[in-house]
């Protein structure tokens, strides 16, 4: 932790610029124009000034292993499942921490300081969750890693709930779940009763994937809601993806929501993944494969996104950009409104810490110091350019910065270049 003030910050709720002063890590004054001596001074030059970009979901104990075995020529979930059980018997713990410890640098320096990871704990050993527990422990001055205990195989179908008690018992800091991988739907069912149980006791946070199907008879997330209301665990629950709610008839749809509200359901969107993967066997019209995000804003909702996967076998692609995230759901789902753009930035950041229970997030006196300088105006800006982190700050400390991006234009004359920049 250390002293710093950061000038001509154009911040989300003030036309004017302002400046902050963070002291022992923490920020003490947001004003006009703060003169203070003998203390670190960047200047963010009117630039845009954001708390930390928040992934909500990822899997960071399969990422960077794109192509191992193979590469999942299909594209489908199931075999992106396939190929991670073919994997599994391979891993060591060093290869998982090489690979983490790669990704969270690429992380860093995108200006993401916060992620939820799920790790997998249906294998024969729990080395997954060893490897990225260290990874957590030496990333912890830069990086806020959250584990989610994730029964990738199912919780019943793969017999796991031994390792995912001793996961918890081990560290991992939320309950994961995948009901609709169960054989049965009344096994999900029962796999979503036993793991909120568990959350219950041991008064932890829930996370299940749920319901990543294009089925729309997959309907998991109604009974995951029952289970919140009925333990008291409003506000602690997240269903993620929830895929199947885009191909839901509206009347059921109309039920749902009431139900979602009633246990106040965080909702965990992965755009990239979501569209890439569902839809899979349509022909045309495609549906989205997108749950049902600007609905769920709309009934008050919290809705957070993740970026899921950077090359592993379930995705080729990514450089863990949450900006790229947000871009793709403002697109897939419509949301083109300024209050709806400036909420796919808010999904990636402010709703993203608040699913995950983050303490002290945010740019307001008393948070934790911890911000990004984007080379751009504003929310939306900063979707539509996904512009340069010029800086990134972590409890007062810059530990990641790049120059400005400028081009520079050798047009063929003068004469040219003026008619040029007139039109453009």
Avoid at 219 to 227: C, G, I, K, N, Y
Wanted: with cysteine.
């Amino acid at each position: 932790m250390t002293d710093l003030l950061v000038k001509n910050c154009m911040l989300a709720n003030n036309k004017d610029p302002r400046d902050i002063l963070i002291e022992g890590g923490i920020i003490k004054d947001i004003s006009t124009e703060i003169i203070v001596e003998k203390i670190p001074v960047i200047d963010a030059d009117f630039h845009f000034v954001t708390p930390p970009f928040v992934d909500s979901h990822f899997h960071m104990d399969a990422t960077l292993s794109y192509a191992l075995p193979r590469v999942n020529k299909s594209g489908t979930l199931l075999e992106g499942i396939k190929l991670w059980g073919e994997l599994k018997p391979t891993l060591t713990a060093d290869a998982i921490k090489e690979r983490a410890l790669k990704f969270c640098k690429w992380a860093i320096a995108r200006g993401t300081l916060a992620i939820r990871s799920h790790v997998d704990v249906s294998g024969q050993n729990l080395i997954g969750v060893e490897a990225l527990l260290d990874v957590k422990e030496m990333m912890k001055d830069f990086i806020d890693i959250q584990l989610v205990a994730f029964p990738q195989d199912g919780l019943l179908r793969a017999n796991c709930l031994n390792n995912l008690k001793a996961a918890l018992d081990m560290g991992v800091d939320v309950v994961g779940g995948i009901p609709h991988f169960e054989r049965t739907m009344e096994e999900g069912h029962e796999s979503i009763r036993i793991l909120c149980e568990i959350a219950e006791k041991r008064g932890l946070l829930t996370d299940l994937h749920c319901d990543e199907t294009d089925d729309p008879m997959s309907r998991h997330v109604e009974r995951l809601a029952m289970e919140t209301t009925r333990l008291g665990l409003n506000g602690r629950v997240a269903g993620s993806h929830l895929t199947s709610m885009h191909s839901m008839d509206n009347y059921y749809f109309s039920k749902l929501i009431s139900m979602l509200v009633e246990a106040d359901l965080n909702i965990i969107a992965n755009p990239l993944i979501n569209i890439t993967i569902q839809g899979r066997q349509d022909n045309y019209p495609k549906r989205r494969g997108l749950t049902r995000i600007p609905e769920q804003l709309n009934a008050g909702l919290k809705v957070a996104f993740g970026h899921d996967c950077v090359m592993d076998p379930w995705y080729p692609l990514g450089s863990h950009d949450m900006l790229e995230v947000a871009h793709m759901a403002l697109h897939c789902c419509h949301m083109t409104g300024i209050n709806e753009m400036e909420s796919c930035f808010d999904a990636v950041t402010i709703n993203a810490a608040s699913v995950l229970h983050l303490d002290n997030y945010g740019i307001k006196k008393g948070s934790n110091g911890d911000l990004v300088v984007l080379q751009c105006k504003d929310k939306i800006e900063a979707i539509r350019l996904k512009p340069a982190r010029l800086f990134v700050v972590r409890r007062g400390e810059v530990i990641s910065s790049t120059r400005p991006v400028r081009y520079e234009l050798n047009l063929r004359s003068k004469k040219e270049n003026e008619d040029l920049l007139f039109k453009g």
